[in-house]
């Protein structure tokens, strides 16, 4: 079913969620760029996290033309469900050890990081023997998106109960940002439950609304770089 819904409307999709991976990017430059001038954990995972969301909207809309190839389809979507949820918990780690010493939060991004690399390496032996099987993503698809909500709802509850956020009018608008990412990975997850169009097409515009009501807190506040704990913190 999901097949033939992406293959009737991948440029509408490509198009979506090409936008919104642009827009990710963008997040991550900007924390690249922090990243150069404080060379803060907390700052590299975010900026991973954000990282690793864009690739996967990337990597998404690149394989979208591939929904007729079973074998191609299941692999790549195997493959985008893993990265982004990645990216999802990096970010709910930023958030749970934000008052965590630089070098524990520096071991724990480490540590995720080398967890990647059994995935990856998976991922590729099933690539090149084509004669082992993966079960169908379906199978699975809707657990990945409870992690994702899980992850982004951890966000949302640790900004709003951040005060700093409350009294700084910048930043008010943050959360809210948060809480549209959460409403996109919400829709995302009925579309595993009934694959229509519009909840996800709805979905990828959630999320670029989300993702560009961040970058514009973000980058609102650029100049005040010396409080740039707060905006996770």
Not at 1 to 13: A, G, T, V, Y
Not at 47 to 57: N, Q, R, T, V
Not at 67 to 73: R, T
């Amino acid at each position: 079913m999901e097949e033939i819904i992406f293959e009737q409307h991948s440029l509408l999709l490509f198009f979506i969620y090409l936008l919104s991976g642009l827009v990710g990017a963008s997040i991550c430059i900007y924390f690249f760029k922090m990243y150069r001038l404080f060379s803060s954990s907390h700052v590299f995972g975010l900026m991973i996290g954000f990282a690793l969301i864009s690739f996967g909207d990337f990597f998404f809309s690149a394989t979208l033309d591939l929904a007729n190839q079973n074998e191609s389809y299941n692999l790549f979507h195997w493959s985008k469900l893993s990265i982004t949820s990645y990216g999802f918990a990096f970010l709910a780690l930023v958030y749970y050890f934000q008052k965590s010493t630089e070098k524990k939060f520096s071991l724990v991004i480490k540590s995720m990081l080398l967890s990647v690399i059994p995935v990856i390496s998976l991922l590729l032996l099933v690539t090149v023997i084509e004669n082992i099987g993966i079960p169908p993503f379906q199978q699975y698809n809707e657990y990945f998106r409870v992690v994702n909500m899980i992850s982004i709802g951890y966000v949302v509850f640790r900004t709003f109960s951040n005060p700093t956020i409350k009294t700084r009018k910048e930043l008010i608008l943050l959360p809210l940002g948060f809480v549209i990412l959460l409403s996109s990975q919400f829709i995302r997850f009925l579309f595993t439950i009934d694959p229509i169009i519009l909840t996800l097409e709805l979905s990828g515009i959630l999320k670029i609304i989300a993702l560009a009501i961040i970058i514009f807190i973000l980058t609102r506040d650029s100049k005040k770089t010396e409080n740039m704990e707060l905006k996770y913190g």
